[in-house]
Antibody
Framework: EVKLDETGGGLVQPGRPMKLSCVAS????????MNWVRQSPEKGLEWVAQ??????????YYSDSVKGRFTISRDDSKSTIYLQMNNLRAEDMGIYSC????????WGQGTTLTVSS | DIKMTQSPSSMYASLGERVTITCKAS??????LSWFQQKPGKSPKTLIYRANRLVDGVPSRFSGSGSGQDYSLTISSLEYEDMGIYYCLQYNEFPYTFGGGTKLEIK
């Protein structure tokens, strides 16, 4: 059974950093590209970032709204991806989920980020 | 950015009815399209990827079709558990973009 387990969300002040993690199991993690997606009532579902796997040199891609502030990374030995989020803004609030594969074959349950002073 | 226009935005349908939801991309997305179902308080569940490939474990009453700019998700015979919000996603080109969703309710 495929499982994706996100952690690291919570309340953070504007301008502060936060790091999310997603631990995957049930598939050969190193074979797949991985994504972060967020959802908020204001913006709906929004793709945030992708990291490819070793054959693709671990290339990363970002939405314009997070480029330069967020960094996606992966540790294949731990079947884990990360999202380092810096200079957080109110508009970054939402539920952050990781998905696996270019087609987003499955989702985690999500972790909630609240940005407020 | 590629705009994904889903229709209808909401609908009511009867149990056993055939239901079709459509997604139109603002440009050709080469069948790089997935469909998701979301229930209240839950994360989305992937139903279809690459326009017409059913994810393992998804009931066969769900099917996807389309090419170019136009895609559809069909439920052949609606069941009660199919209530929820359905989304499409294009992953042909960055940034990947979602449709606005179709809320499906039982009549």
């Amino acid at each position: 059974e495929v499982k994706l387990d996100e952690t690291g969300g919570g309340l953070v002040q504007p301008g502060r950093p936060m790091k999310l993690s997603c631990v995957a199991s049930g598939f050969t993690f190193s074979d797949y590209w991985m994504n972060w997606v967020r959802q908020s009532p204001e913006k709906g579902l929004e793709w945030v970032a992708q990291i490819r796997n070793r054959p693709y040199n671990y290339e990363t891609y970002y939405s314009d709204s997070v480029k330069g502030r967020f960094t996606i990374s992966r540790d294949d030995s731990k079947s884990t991806i990360y999202l380092q989020m810096n200079n957080l803004r109110a508009e970054d609030m939402g539920i952050y989920s990781c998905t696996w594969g270019d087609g987003h074959y499955g989702w985690g349950q999500g972790t909630t980020l609240t940005v407020s002073s | 950015d590629i705009k994904m226009t889903q229709s209808p935005s909401s609908m009511y349908a009867s149990l056993g009815e055939r239901v079709t939801i459509t997604c139109k991309a603002s440009q050709d997305i080469n069948s790089y399209l997935s469909w998701f179902q979301q229930k209240p308080g839950k994360s989305p569940k992937t139903l279809i990827y690459r326009a017409n490939r059913l994810v393992d474990g998804v009931p066969s009453r769900f099917s996807g079709s389309g090419s170019g700019q136009d895609y559809s998700l069909t439920i052949s015979s609606l069941e009660y558990e199919d209530m929820g919000i359905y989304y499409c996603l294009q992953y042909n080109e960055f940034p990947y973009t979602f449709g606005g969703g179709t809320k499906l309710e039982i009549k």
